[in-house]
RNA sequence: GCCGACUUAGCGUAAUAGGUAGCGCAACUGACUUGUAAUCAGUAGGUUGGGGGUUCGAUUCCCUCAGUCGGCACCA
């Protein structure tokens, strides 16, 4: 998808629209008060306060009709600049621009505005040259956005649009949306039977069907084998515990609004977990650890829930429930470099064996000026923050830095990927934490007999099965790779009088092999059944004819490739075979 | 949670200026015996998301609850 932002052209073509925008809706709505109207990745929106009027979709065909008219009418956009006092006697009947106004930084003395007819706007600009230069744009949605994305603040009216240079391209990006929405996982998953949700048990708790655990399993055991080399030592800990565990670790304090309420039970408090950190630290506190030991990797397929703002939730993406592929690591101070490369490499290993290649790394940092939620200790923070930079540093990985992003533990990389439909967010982490195992008392024996406090990475490869799923679902558009696919072979045979036994010998063959495989045996035709296969997205059609019957072989048809192909029976069982085990992506 | 929209059969959808609902696919039955994205015919399937109100009459209008979707905020 084209990002708009970043492209410079595009970006002030983009920018002018959101002017174009605005003058319509003024003209519209002559009450209309405008705060901001920035270009983003997908195009350009404005914050508009309409007073009591409300906006819907409905309304956009309108605005856009004067839009084109304003265009039409073709009127240069003029800047000029003008001093900070006559920018606030200007505005001084718009409340939003004297906020921007005083709240510019005291350097800059000189303000610009832009004017477009009888439409000026305080902007920093650049724009094109004239509004009859926009004209391939579309309003795409309306919506409620906070006054400087602040809860406590008044909801403004947010209207998006995007616009390009030619109407072919506008017509391809359009398009592209439409496409995007085919592949988002909540269709997917339903068209698929991968997983379900019911409003009897409960919003954001999905429920995976037969197709989806298969998935679940698959990945499961991909990713803990994957651990076990590593020498992760696997565990299975309650999905709640009591309310001292977290007040101990810190979390009721800091989590608590993330975290669904307390429940008692004969005078205990108990909390469903948001996350197992506690319960692992419990597992390492409970024996004696000498310094040869370590690293310890404590690895769990852990179930989590989290209280999610209703309007947070998304299919399997973001639920109230998940299963997180976690996994501690108690080292010493000195392992703590070599540990934290071991994960990235897992991050990367994992990332290149799934074809997964549009990532980006973040470096979350605390911000030191918030006191409230990091732990105040400068020098652990300033350690751990270091140590994670130059171990990235070292590995020659890009990242970008976040200032207050960290956990209120620790510092942590981030992975961020884009679904295919709606905002980025996190598919991998590695956090850096030398707190939890202060609070819970924690220790190694080093070599001169003395206790020592470990250090903690926190780490989910995987994120949680759940989300990664989401995700790898949208990458692959359904069509999964062999290994993970439901249903891996759909046998197709012409006529059940004179092909089914082959079929049925095929069948049982690739059964007795542990392939997921179907024997379509239903009395259709072949493009009808064919139609089907590539529907539900199975790897490999077969096609068992006279010509298979006669000759020992089978014919196959890849899903989603044209061309069919003939080889002998032995030979493509074991093509398939060594495509499961090999975990071959498409 | 906030702003807005939406909710009709398993799925995708149509309709009514208020007079209790059509269609396609899937399902079922029968015929066809099939060579790579839909064979034909028939049958059945709906308290139009739940509850309440207005009305002689509500799927349609109003209120309310629930869920879904688009954003905001929050976030693995």
Known sequence: MQNIKENEKLSTLNHSC????????????PEALFWVGPVVEEGFYYDIDLGDITLTEEDLPNIEKEMKKIAKDGKNIIRHEISKEEALEMFKNDPYKIDLISRMDENETVISCYTQGDFTDLCRGPHVSSTKLLKNFKLLKVSGAYWKGDTNNKMLQRIYGVCFETPEELEAHLKELEEAKMRDH????????????????????????????????????????????????????????????YKTSGHWDHYQESMFPKMEVEGEEFVLRPMNCPHHMMIYGNSIHSYRDLPIRIGEIARDCRYEASGALKGIERGRTFCQNDAHLFVTKEQIKSEFESVVNLILEVYKELNITEYRFELSLRDPSDKVKYYPDDEMWNNAENTLRKVLDDIGLDYVEKI??????????????????????????????????????????????????????????????DRFIAYYLEETKGLLPLWLSPVQINIIPVNNNFHLEYATKLFNKLKDLNVRVNLDDREEKVGYKMRES????????????????????????????????NMPLDEFINQIIDEIKTRKIN
């Not at 959101?18 to 709505?29: D, E, G, M």
């Not at 990713?223 to 992760?232: D, H, P």
């Not at 077969?542 to 020992?552: A, D, F, L, R, S």
Request: aromatic residues 10%.
């Open 18 to 29: 959101a002017h174009l925008l605005a003058q319509a809706v003024k003209h519209l709505y």
């Open 186 to 245: 909540r269709k997917l998953g339903k068209d698929l039977g991968i997983f379900m949700t019911s409003d009897l048990v409960g919003k954001g708790l999905p429920m995976y069907l037969p197709n989806g655990y298969i998935i679940w399993e698959e990945l499961e055991n991909y990713i803990k084998g994957k651990e076990k080399k590593l020498g992760y030592q696997h565990v299975l800990t309650p999905p709640l515990g009591s309310i001292e565990l």
């Open 404 to 465: 207050g992003e960290a956990a209120f533990y620790g510092p942590k990389l981030d992975v961020q990927v884009k679904p295919a439909v709606g905002n980025e967010y996190t598919l991998s982490t590695c956090q850096l934490d030398f707190c939890l195992p202060m609070r819970f008392n924690l220790s190694y024996i080093d070599k001169e007999g003395n206790k020592q406090t470990p250090v903690v990475l926190h780490r989910a490869i995987l994120g949680s099965i």
């Open 534 to 565: 590539v529907i539900q997205k199975i790897p490999y059609a077969i096609i068992i004819g006279n010509n298979e019957v006669e000759t020992n072989t089978i014919s196959y048809r890849k899903c989603g490739k044209e061309e069919t192909t």
